[in-house]
């Protein structure tokens, strides 16, 4: 059993709601705080001072200056593991090149699953491993990763077992999952509706006999697979015991109340959402998850999490960190973005890339500091929480903890 603190505040994140709007007052900031750790869990909180005087002779781990404690953060949604760059898209793209343009440029997804194809396991396990402590750097200790660059049994196994090997390297909890429909592989002969069923008769079942993943997306979007195809591959999928995501209303609108009707946990993008389907996903339990790293790396308006928010929607916030659209892949910058241009309170943004988060991921027992609670979070170098958004990223932590233990400093 350890004491650790104190904290010049500990903001707690504990009897926030799961959906809606939340006013700044609502935060719960305890000010010299300390927590009580056992066996990686929280055991109890409160001021500092007093729980020294409660539990006398425990372990101390004394915090010295001005700290601010915060759930550690969630990233939701992320392509982190490829091969390559895309750089020459982006400048194609600023320079007023359109999609097909560049596609016919060599640019585009394609042009990464090549790249990805290409490399080996140890490259691609190199380049995946920077990645997830970059955002470890940011307080991040569980990171959402998608495969959806190989688009063939071999190549997406490739990427699979990558992210399972990496997470034998790291105490960061990865999520993978499985975006074999992606886009329709241009090497493959058939349609897009052959190209799911090869997915659902041949990927898919040795994702499932490897244990490679339990979550499948698909990118629901004319250029890739259309509302009736992806409707039934994701019900099909979920009968195979798979949790739903989707790419759901980035450029056209019918994604996300297709993930309602299928019981996906979430929709992400959603810059094209609808009134009506904001109003829709507002009586779900579907997470709306708002990438604002797509909007920045594209030039394009950003998901309406204002409106998401204030009709009841429950609203995530994550990187989308990829090659093409978003190769910012830092959290709490787009994020401290989003807030500006949507108005978002703090309280609001970083329940979005907490337990908010957690939730779209499906996974319990994070997010919130709280007696029970794994004990992972961030601790950053400043006497107000408020600077960290402020800040836009520059602020990092200067410790992060996974089961109370500091792995970060």
Not at 3 to 21: A, C
Not at 55 to 61: A, C, K, L, R
Not at 269 to 296: C, M, R, Y
Not at 346 to 373: D, F, Q
Request: with cysteine.
């Amino acid at each position: 059993m350890k004491l650790i603190g104190p904290f010049t505040q500990m903001l707690t994140m504990r009897d926030l709601p799961l959906r809606g709007k939340i006013p700044d007052e609502s935060l719960e900031i305890i000010s010299d705080g300390g927590l009580l750790i056992d066996g990686g869990r929280i055991l109890g909180l409160g001021r500092f001072a007093d729980m020294e005087n409660q539990y006398p002779g425990v372990d101390v781990e004394k915090i010295t200056g001005d700290k601010v404690l915060l759930p550690a953060l969630v990233d939701c949604h992320t392509h982190l593991c490829y091969g390559g760059s895309r750089a020459a898209d982006f400048a194609m793209r600023n320079a007023g090149k359109t999609y097909l343009e560049i596609a016919e440029n060599g640019g585009g997804i394609w042009s990464t699953v090549e790249q990805t194809r290409s490399e080996d396991e140890e490259v691609l396990l190199g380049a995946l491993m920077e990645r997830v402590n970059f955002l470890l750097s940011l307080g991040i200790t569980t990171i959402e990763i998608k495969s959806g660059y190989g688009l063939s049994l071999e190549s997406e196994l490739k990427i699979l077992r990558v992210i399972r090997r990496a997470q034998s390297m790291t105490p960061v909890r990865l999520v993978p999952t499985c975006l074999a429909a992606h886009i329709k592989p241009k090497d493959f002969s058939g349609n897009t509706e052959e190209y799911l069923c090869y997915v659902l008769e041949v990927i898919l079942p040795r994702v499932k006999e490897e244990n490679l993943s339990n979550r499948v997306d698909i990118f629901v979007e004319e250029t890739a697979f259309d509302k009736g195809e992806s409707k039934t591959f994701l019900l099909r999928a979920k009968s195979m015991g798979f949790d739903l995501c989707v790419h759901a209303d980035q450029f056209t609108v019918g994604g996300s109340r297709l993930a309602v009707m299928v019981g996906a946990k979430s929709a992400d993008h959603l810059e094209a959402v609808t009134e009506e389907d904001i109003a829709f996903l507002a009586q779900s339990d579907t997470v709306a998850t708002s990438l604002p790293g797509a909007s920045i790396g594209l030039g394009e308006p950003f998901a309406p999490a204002r409106k998401l928010l204030d009709s009841g929607a429950i609203l995530a916030i994550g990187s989308d960190w990829n090659p093409g659209s978003a190769p910012m892949g830092n959290l709490i910058a787009e994020s401290s973005i989003l807030a500006a241009y949507e108005k978002l309170t703090t309280a609001e943004v970083l329940s979005g890339i907490t337990y908010r988060a957690a939730y779209a991921l499906n996974i319990h027992g994070i997010g919130r500091i709280a007696v029970g609670m794994r004990a992972d979070f961030a601790v950053f170098s400043t006497h107000d929480y408020q600077e960290i958004l402020y800040r836009q990223g520059r602020l990092r932590p200067s410790a992060v903890y996974i089961d109370g233990k500091n792995i970060l400093s």
